[in-house]
C-alpha cells in the first residue's frame, strides 16, 4: 500500500530551531537569502533603468528608415547648410591675406652688381660701337656690364671709376637706391595650381618689413604700389623712380638694368607655408563657429521631412530617409532636447515617470521569480547568472540599436538569446516567463510598438521550444533557422497590418531572419562557456561523456569491472524511468554511468568486484568497513573533479545512497554489541552523510540502484517476485524520507517502480535449458532427453516446452 502522504519539507530551515512563536515571514525571508536576492534585483533595475533612461530623448531617425508620415519641427531651430558652409569657407580662404616677407639677399644681389658698375665698365673698342644695352639675366641677374653705345658715353663710367670722390659719390647713391628697395613692393605670388582657391590677386597682403615689428597689411586700396613681375612685369615708372638718384648719363643704364634685374630677384618673396597656416585656421574658424548666414530657420509645426511614400513624375515611390534629411532630424531633436532641458518639472516628471515602468517590469519578474521559482532565491550563484545575462543581453540590445543605429529588429538577438540559454540553464516554462519580461525591457528601450513586441515574442518561442534536448551541434542551427523563418513571416505580417510598403516589409524581414540565424551560431560557440557558468549539461556533453573510451570510464571498466557492469545495466533502467515521466533520460543514464567511480579506489571490497568467496570484510570491523562503504562517495566526488566531470553528475555521486542506512554493517554491529552485552549502535552512525536527491534524476537513480542490487541478490528472481521486492524497496526509501527533497509526486513514483519492474524482469527473466547434442558430453544448464514425450509438448505447453515457466527437468 502506499502512504497517503509523504513527510513534509524542512530543506529550508533544517536544522535551525524555530522561536516559540514559530517562523515569521521576515524571519524566513532574511534566513532563506531574502536579503542579497533583493539586492541584486535592485543592482539589476538600476542597470536596465540607466540603460532605459539614457538618454531620456532618443534619436529615433535611422538611414533609409520607413516614415508612415510628414516630420514637422516640434520647436524652432535652425540648421547648417552644407553648400552654405562650404562657401563661408571658400571666402574665408580668400579673404585671408597673403603673406610675403623681405628678401635681404635680392637686394643685396642687385646692389653689389650696381657697385661693381665702374670698375668693371669695359675700355670702347677700336673699330666698332659697344652695345648700348645690358644683357638679359639668367636665374640670377649678372654683374652690369653695359657700356655706352659710344666712346662718349664711356668717359663718365672711366672717370668715376678713376676719380676717388666720383666713385665715392656714385656708391652713396647706390646705398640711397637700397634703402629705396625696402619700399618697393615687388613680389611673386605661388603658381596657380598651389592655390586651394586660384586667384590673380590677393584681396590683402601681409608684407614681413625689416626694422617692423608687425607686417604691414595692405589692403585692396593700397596694392596698387604692388607689382607682380611674374604678371604684369615691372612698370618703367618704378625703374625710373629707383635710378633718378643718378647721374646722367648713368642714370639711363641703371633704370634698364632694374628693369630686367628686379623680375628676377623680387624684393619680397611669397611665403606659402605661413599663408596656408592662416588660411587653415580661418576655414577652421568658419567650421568651429559658423557664420549666421550658414544657417536655415525653421519655425515650429514646419514640414522638415516628407513620408516615405512621395510622388514623383513616375508615380508614387517609396523612398526612406535620406543623407540629407538626417542633419534635420538630428538638429530638430537636439533644439527638442534642449528646449525640455530648460524645464525641470516636466523633465524630471517624464524621468520619474518612465522609471516606474521599468520598476514595475522589473517587479513583475521579480515576483514571479519568487513565487514560482522559490529555488533561485537561495541559490545565488544561479541568480546572480541570470540577472548577469539579463544585464548583458540589455547591453548588447542597447549597443546594437541605440549607439549604432542598427534597425530596431535587431533586439530580436538578445531576446531570443535569452530564451536560448535559459532554457538550457533552467527549462521551458522559465524561460518562455522569463523571456517575456526580457521582450518588455528591450521594448522600452528602443521605444518600440506592439507589432516589434510581437515578432520579438514569436522569435523568443520558436527557439525555445526546439531547445529541450540539445543532441547535435546542428540542433541549435536548425531551431535558429525555424525561428528566422517564422520571424520573416511575423514581419510580413504584421507590416501588412499596417500597410507597410513591400520594399521595407522586406528589408525588415531580413533584419529579423538575419538576428535569428545569429542567434544559433552566438548560442553554439558561447555553449561551453554558458555550460561552465550555470553548472548544467546538454545532451551534446552528456553524448561524450558516455562514450566507452572516455578516460574514467575505461579506468572503471578495467578496475572495478563488476561494478561497471552494474553501472551500465542502472543507465539502462534509469534511462527508462527517466522517459516514463518526462524527464532527461540521457541525464539519468550518464549519472548511473558516474555514481559509483569512487569504488576505484577500492574494488575488492565491493561485492561486484569480489572473484573468491571470502570477503575482504571478513577481517574488519563493522566500523571499519562502514568507512570504506560510504567512503566511495568522498572518493568519487573528488574523481569527479579530478576528471573534470560536468558538476551537474556531481549530484548522482554525492545522493544516490542519500542518508540512508548501511544495514548489513549496522545488524552485523548490534550483534557483536549484543554479544557484549553493550547497548546497540545508533542507526545515525550508520547512515550515509547525504545528501538526498533534489532532483528527479538522482532520485531515479537512488530507487534504480536499491531495486537492482536487492533483485541480484534474489535466488529465484521471478517476475512476481521482481515486482513486490521493487515495491518494497521503493516503499522503504519513500517511507525513510529519501524522497522528501525532490519533486517527484507519488504518481510519478508508481510510473518509476512500473518501469523498474519491466526493465528488471527483461534482465533477469528465466531461459529455456537447450538438450544435450548427440554423442556430447552434457554440459550444467543442458536438459536430459525425456525418454516419453509429454502430453501437449507439440502446441508448446507442457513442462518441458519453448515456453514454460520452469525449463527443463534436471
Known amino acids: 500500500m502506499w502512504p497517503l502522504r509523504k513527510?513534509?519539507?524542512?530543506?529550508?530551515?533544517?536544522?535551525?530551531?524555530?522561536?516559540?512563536?514559530?517562523?515569521?515571514?521576515?524571519?524566513?525571508?532574511?534566513?532563506?537569502?531574502?536579503?542579497?536576492?533583493?539586492?541584486?534585483?535592485?543592482?539589476?533595475?538600476?542597470?536596465?533603468?540607466?540603460?532605459?533612461?539614457?538618454?531620456?530623448?532618443?534619436?529615433?531617425?535611422?538611414?533609409?528608415?520607413?516614415?508612415?508620415?510628414?516630420?514637422?519641427?516640434?520647436?524652432?531651430?535652425?540648421?547648417?547648410?552644407?553648400?552654405?558652409?562650404?562657401?563661408?569657407?571658400?571666402?574665408?580662404?580668400?579673404?585671408?591675406?597673403?603673406?610675403?616677407?623681405?628678401?635681404?639677399?635680392?637686394?643685396?644681389?642687385?646692389?653689389?652688381?650696381?657697385r661693381r658698375m665702374p670698375r668693371r665698365a669695359p675700355a670702347p673698342p677700336a673699330t666698332q660701337p659697344a652695345p648700348t644695352t645690358a644683357p638679359a639675366p639668367t636665374t640670377r641677374p649678372a654683374e652690369p656690364t653695359t657700356a655706352p653705345a659710344d666712346a662718349n658715353m664711356l668717359s663718365p663710367w672711366q672717370l668715376v671709376a678713376e676719380d676717388p670722390n666720383a666713385l665715392k659719390a656714385y656708391l652713396e647713391n647706390v646705398d640711397r637706391l637700397a634703402a629705396a628697395l625696402r619700399g618697393v613692393y615687388t613680389v611673386r605670388l605661388k603658381p596657380a595650381e598651389e592655390h586651394k582657391h586660384p586667384f590673380r590677386w590677393p584681396r590683402t597682403a601681409l608684407l614681413h618689413a625689416p626694422g617692423q615689428a608687425q607686417p604691414a597689411e595692405l589692403t585692396a586700396g593700397e596694392l596698387t604700389d604692388v607689382d607682380n613681375p611674374d604678371e604684369a612685369g615691372l612698370s618703367a615708372a618704378t625703374a625710373a623712380r629707383l635710378a633718378s638718384v643718378f647721374l646722367e648719363p648713368r642714370r639711363e643704364v641703371v633704370r634698364e638694368y632694374l628693369t630686367k634685374a628686379l623680375p628676377a630677384n623680387p624684393v619680397y618673396r611669397y611665403d606659402r607655408r605661413a599663408t596656408q597656416e592662416r588660411m587653415d585656421a580661418a576655414v577652421s574658424a568658419v567650421f568651429a563657429d559658423p557664420p549666421d548666414e550658414v544657417y536655415k530657420e525653421y519655425s515650429t509645426g514646419e514640414r522638415i521631412v516628407s513620408r516615405s511614400l512621395r510622388k514623383t513624375p513616375d508615380g508614387e515611390r517609396a523612398i526612406g530617409l535620406t543623407h540629407e534629411e538626417m542633419p534635420l532630424l538630428a538638429a530638430e531633436h537636439e533644439a527638442f532636447a534642449r528646449r525640455q532641458a530648460e524645464k525641470p518639472l516636466l523633465y524630471w516628471?517624464?524621468?520619474?515617470?518612465?522609471?516606474?515602468?521599468?520598476?514595475?517590469?522589473?517587479?513583475?519578474?521579480?515576483?514571479?521569480?519568487?513565487?514560482?521559482?522559490?529555488?533561485?532565491?537561495?541559490?545565488?550563484?544561479?541568480?546572480?547568472?541570470?540577472?548577469?545575462?539579463?544585464?548583458?543581453?540589455?547591453?548588447?540590445?542597447?549597443?546594437?540599436?541605440?549607439?549604432?543605429?542598427?534597425?530596431?529588429?535587431?533586439?530580436?538577438?538578445?531576446?531570443?538569446?535569452?530564451?536560448?540559454?535559459?532554457?538550457?540553464?533552467?527549462?521551458?516554462?522559465?524561460?518562455?516567463?522569463v523571456g517575456v519580461f526580457m521582450a518588455l525591457l528591450v521594448l522600452l528601450q528602443i521605444r518600440g510598438s506592439m507589432e516589434q513586441l510581437l515578432v520579438m515574442l514569436v522569435g523568443m518561442a520558436a527557439i525555445l521550444f526546439q531547445l529541450r534536448d540539445v543532441r547535435s551541434r546542428t540542433t541549435l542551427i536548425r531551431a535558429s533557422a525555424v525561428a528566422?523563418?517564422?520571424?520573416?513571416?511575423?514581419?510580413?505580417?504584421?507590416?501588412?497590418?499596417?500597410?507597410?510598403?513591400?520594399?521595407?516589409?522586406?528589408?525588415?524581414?531580413?533584419?529579423?531572419?538575419?538576428?535569428?540565424?545569429?542567434?544559433?551560431?552566438?548560442?553554439?560557440?558561447?555553449?561551453?562557456?554558458?555550460?561552465?557558468?550555470?553548472?548544467?549539461?546538454?545532451?551534446?556533453?552528456?553524448?561524450?561523456?558516455?562514450?566507452?573510451?572516455?578516460?574514467?570510464?575505461?579506468?572503471?571498466?578495467?578496475?572495478?569491472?563488476?561494478?561497471?557492469?552494474?553501472?551500465?545495466?542502472?543507465?539502462?533502467?534509469?534511462?527508462?524511468?527517466?522517459?516514463?515521466?518526462?524527464?532527461?533520460g540521457l541525464l539519468a543514464r550518464v549519472g548511473a554511468y558516474y555514481h559509483d567511480i569512487g569504488k576505484i579506489n577500492k574494488p575488492d571490497y565491493f561485492i561486484e568486484n569480489q572473484a573468491g568467496l571470502t570477503s575482504r570484510h571478513a577481517k574488519l570491523s563493522p566500523a571499519m568497513s562502514l568507512l570504506i562503504i560510504i567512503g566511495h562517495v568522498k572518493d568519487g566526488l573528488e574523481l569527479a573533479r579530478e576528471y573534470g566531470l560536468p558538476k551537474v553528475l556531481h549530484e548522482f555521486i554525492t545522493s544516490h545512497h542519500g542518508t540512508t542506512l548501511v544495514q548489513y554493517f549496522y545488524h552485523a554491529a548490534a550483534e557483536q554489541r549484543k554479544e557484549a552485552a553493550e547497548r546497540?549502535?545508533?542507526?545515525?552512525?550508520?547512515?550515509?552523510?547525504?545528501?538526498?536527491?533534489?532532483?528527479?534524476?538522482?532520485?531515479?537513480?537512488?530507487?534504480?540502484?536499491?531495486?537492482?542490487?536487492?533483485?541480484?541478490?534474489?535466488?529465484?528472481?521471478?517476475?512476481?517476485?521482481?515486482?513486490?521486492?521493487?515495491?518494497?524497496?521503493?516503499?522503504?526509501?519513500?517511507?525513510?524520507?529519501?524522497l522528501d527533497e525532490c519533486d517527484l509526486t507519488l504518481k510519478e513514483v508508481h510510473q518509476i517502480e512500473a518501469s523498474l519492474v519491466k526493465g528488471l524482469c527483461s534482465m533477469y527473466h528465466t531461459r529455456i535449458a537447450y538438450p544435450t547434442p548427440p554423442n556430447s558430453k552434457a554440459a550444467p544448464g543442458d536438459a536430459k532427453p525425456a525418454e516419453d514425450k509429454p502430453e501437449g509438448a507439440e502446441n508448446g505447453n507442457g513442462k518441458n516446452g519453448a515456453n514454460g515457466n520452469s525449463g527443463a527437468k534436471q
Open 680 to 738: 546497540a549502535p545508533d542507526e545515525a552512525e550508520f547512515r550515509y552523510p547525504g545528501p538526498k536527491p533534489r532532483s528527479k534524476e538522482p532520485a531515479i537513480l537512488m530507487l534504480a540502484d536499491a531495486a537492482e542490487s536487492s533483485v541480484r541478490a534474489m535466488s529465484d528472481p521471478t517476475a512476481g517476485r521482481i515486482e513486490d521486492q521493487v515495491h518494497a524497496m521503493v516503499n522503504r526509501r519513500l517511507m525513510d524520507g529519501q
Open 7 to 114: 513527510k513534509p519539507r524542512q530543506r529550508r530551515f533544517e536544522g535551525r530551531k524555530a522561536p516559540p512563536g514559530g517562523w515569521s515571514a521576515w524571519q524566513k525571508f532574511t534566513r532563506s537569502g531574502g536579503l542579497l536576492a533583493a539586492a541584486l534585483a535592485v543592482v539589476f533595475y538600476l542597470a536596465a533603468a540607466g540603460m532605459y533612461l539614457w538618454p531620456v530623448e532618443p534619436f529615433g531617425y535611422r538611414l533609409g528608415q520607413y516614415l508612415p508620415e510628414d516630420v514637422h519641427a516640434r520647436v524652432d531651430f535652425r540648421v547648417r547648410v552644407p553648400e552654405r558652409v562650404k562657401e563661408a569657407a571658400q571666402q574665408a580662404e580668400l579673404r585671408t591675406p597673403a603673406v610675403f616677407r623681405y628678401d635681404p639677399a635680392a637686394v643685396a644681389e642687385i646692389t653689389t652688381a650696381l
Open 349 to 433: 516628471s517624464r524621468l520619474v515617470g518612465k522609471a516606474c515602468i521599468a520598476m514595475l517590469v522589473v517587479m513583475m519578474l521579480a515576483a514571479y521569480v519568487a513565487r514560482y521559482h522559490g529555488d533561485l532565491i537561495a541559490d545565488r550563484g544561479a541568480l546572480t547568472g541570470i540577472l548577469v545575462l539579463l544585464a548583458a543581453m540589455l547591453a548588447t540590445n542597447k549597443v546594437l540599436a541605440g549607439v549604432l543605429h542598427f534597425n530596431p529588429l535587431v533586439a530580436l538577438l538578445p531576446v531570443m538569446m535569452t530564451g536560448a540559454v535559459l532554457t538550457i540553464a533552467r527549462n521551458q516554462r522559465f524561460a518562455l516567463a
Open 484 to 584: 528566422a523563418t517564422l520571424t520573416f513571416l511575423a514581419v510580413l505580417v504584421t507590416g501588412l497590418a499596417t500597410a507597410k510598403p513591400w520594399p521595407f516589409l522586406l528589408r525588415d524581414g531580413m533584419w529579423a531572419a538575419g538576428s535569428g540565424l545569429m542567434c544559433g551560431f552566438v548560442i553554439q560557440g558561447a555553449l561551453p562557456l554558458i555550460e561552465s557558468a550555470f553548472h548544467v549539461a546538454t545532451s551534446l556533453t552528456l553524448l561524450e561523456w558516455c562514450d566507452a573510451s572516455r578516460p574514467l570510464l575505461k579506468r572503471l571498466a578495467m578496475e572495478a569491472p563488476g561494478t561497471y557492469n552494474h553501472s551500465l545495466q542502472l543507465g539502462a533502467l534509469c534511462e527508462a524511468g527517466a522517459e516514463a515521466i518526462g524527464a532527461r
